[in-house]
């Protein structure tokens, strides 16, 4: 398997409108140029989105999680590309602090 990190793309902020404030985290991406989603959910739709995100294998391990706390930023590892052929690897951070040590020089920028 590929282990080594062409880039980080698809990173989304996932959080519940009303309820998670996710400025600093935008502030910091934005400062960054990273290029991002915020997906805000209202409440009576945050169960339905994050189950089908507890069923994506996370990591290297490929491990699923049993929950999920939101704010979150959910993220791909792009380790192989060649053509039409390609492998990532999804990762999960719960705050900016749990994001790749790397991540700031590798992730797709809005530039």
């Given at each position: 398997?590929?282990?080594?990190?062409?880039?980080?793309?698809?990173?989304?902020i996932?959080?519940?409108?009303?309820?998670d404030?996710?400025?600093?985290?935008?502030?910091?991406?934005?400062?960054?140029?990273?290029?991002?989603?915020?997906?805000?959910?209202?409440?009576?739709?945050?169960?339905?989105?994050?189950?089908?995100?507890?069923?994506?294998?996370?990591?290297?391990?490929?491990?699923?999680?049993?929950?999920?706390?939101?704010?979150?930023?959910?993220?791909?590892?792009?380790?192989?590309?060649?053509?039409?052929?390609?492998?990532?690897?999804?990762?999960?951070?719960?705050?900016?602090?749990?994001?790749?040590?790397?991540?700031?020089?590798?992730?797709?920028?809005?530039?």
């Amino acid at each position: 398997m590929a282990t080594d990190t062409i880039r980080y793309h698809e990173v989304r902020i996932y959080a519940e409108d009303g309820v998670d404030d996710i400025t600093a985290i935008e502030e910091l991406f934005d400062t960054n140029n990273v290029e991002y989603q915020s997906m805000v959910f209202s409440s009576d739709a945050v169960d339905a989105c994050k189950e089908p995100l507890l069923t994506w294998p996370f990591g290297d391990e490929g491990v699923q999680m049993d929950s999920m706390d939101w704010p979150c930023i959910i993220y791909k590892d792009r380790r192989y590309e060649n053509s039409e052929m390609f492998l990532d690897v999804c990762h999960f951070a719960q705050t900016s602090d749990d994001l790749q040590s790397d991540f700031f020089d590798k992730v797709e920028t809005t530039e």
